[in-house]
């Protein structure tokens, strides 16, 4: 059975193909596939050497830290490939925008690219990065982080594109930052780098979900050494899951993909999936995808839904499929995950449960929701 995670104290280039595998289980779906971005940040690690991890509990109080990710629809990432220095210059624009000396970095999300963009940054500065994130998982509007749940301001920000253009913003709110960077992540091409939500050290302690960095990482060594039938790992993930701030790990459908809407839309990746039984008869499972899949049912009856975490992967190899990688034809197995406690008070609910995402249900709780079909 899989121990509890170890907490590392640095992130180190042999690290980084692993953090890549675990963020992309967490991401739900989400978070842009980390290929190109795992490439840049393993270089980034070699030439540099490795990036220190900090708790966030031992966040001084006079820490400015700075969270750094991407925006946009991640299909596009699959085509608009980074330059590689973009987290880089996100960092030097902000500060020289804000007159603000960072001294710790982190990822908006443990979520597929986002979760290893700001080590690129980090080990070309020396900046150390919080062993944590904002949000547990991958989620894909800015008022759904952590942070700005917890009274964060989004602004003053930086976002940056592809060719180094640079655009600031000042806005009165996190929700008119979200309209805003979601219209300039469609002008400057579909995906965009920002910077946002700084924060002092003593506010972060707070509202950072922590220790999920080192999860990933655990997580996907477990899945890289024990690669195999999902079936068979799932006594090991389940008792991971169990180590860890998220909990419960419960598996929900196994089948293949029979059908897969999926488009760009407003700068997101919306769409449907349909699985069904592999043989004979059986109920369908439909999944519901805005970026990362948010709502898994059969026959209208819910069996997982945001903030909880909904997981495919390859029912062979156990390896996590992103939503813009899910084909027609695959064999998947559907997994669901509590989401860790950050997310489970009224006000977090208010802005990530499943009403707001256009679903007519409430959040239930996985553990209280009905098993699968299996």
Excluded at 2 to 8: D, G, M, P, S, T
Excluded at 48 to 64: I, Q, R
Excluded at 223 to 230: D, E, H, S
Excluded at 336 to 347: F, L
């Amino acid at each position: 059975m899989a121990e509890a995670f170890e907490r590392l104290q640095k992130i180190q280039a042999e690290d980084v193909a692993d953090l890549c595998l675990g963020s992309v289980f967490l991401a739900t779906g989400g978070g842009g596939d980390p290929y190109v971005n795992q490439l840049l940040t393993e270089a980034a690690l070699r030439s540099h050497g490795p990036v220190a991890l900090v708790a966030a509990s031992a966040l001084p109080d006079a820490a400015w830290v700075l969270p750094l990710g991407e925006v946009g629809a991640p299909t596009v990432s699959l085509e608009q490939l980074p330059v590689g220095d973009e987290p880089l210059v996100a960092l030097a624009r902000y500060e020289s925008a804000t007159g603000r000396r960072v001294t710790h970095l982190i990822p908006f999300e443990v979520g597929g690219a986002n979760s290893v963009l700001p080590l690129v940054a980090a080990a070309a500065r020396g900046l150390p990065v919080v062993d944590g994130d904002g949000m547990g998982r991958a989620l894909p509007e800015a008022q759904m982080m952590t942070f700005a749940i917890a009274g964060v301001p989004p602004t003053p920000a930086v976002a940056v594109d592809y060719l180094g253009n640079t655009v600031t913003f000042d806005t009165a709110n996190v929700d008119d930052y979200e309209r805003q960077v979601r219209h300039l992540a469609i002008a400057m091409g579909g995906m965009i780098f920002t910077a946002e939500h700084g924060m002092v050290g003593a506010h972060a302690r707070g509202c950072v979900v922590p220790d999920t960095l080192s999860f990933a990482v655990g997580l996907g060594r477990l899945l890289r050494q024990r690669r195999g039938p999902a079936k068979d790992l799932l006594p090991e993930l389940e008792a991971l899951f169990a180590s860890s701030s998220y909990g419960i790990l419960r598996h929900l459908y196994t089948g293949k993909v029979v059908d897969i809407d999926r488009r760009v839309q407003g700068g997101f990746d919306i769409g449907e999936a349909t699985l069904a039984p592999l043989r004979g008869p059986g109920e369908p499972l439909t999944i519901a995808i805005r970026n990362e899949y948010l709502l898994a049912s059969c026959n209208d009856r819910v069996l997982a839904s945001v903030p909880d975490l909904i997981v495919v992967v390859d029912s062979e190899t156990a390896t996590p499929i992103n939503a813009e990688r899910l084909a027609y034809g695959q064999r998947v197995s559907v997994l669901g995950i509590g989401c860790p406690g950050h997310y489970r008070s009224e006000p977090a609910l208010r802005v990530v449960g499943p009403r707001c995402f256009g679903f007519d249900c409430d959040y239930v709780p996985i553990e209280d929701l009905p098993a699968g079909p299996g």
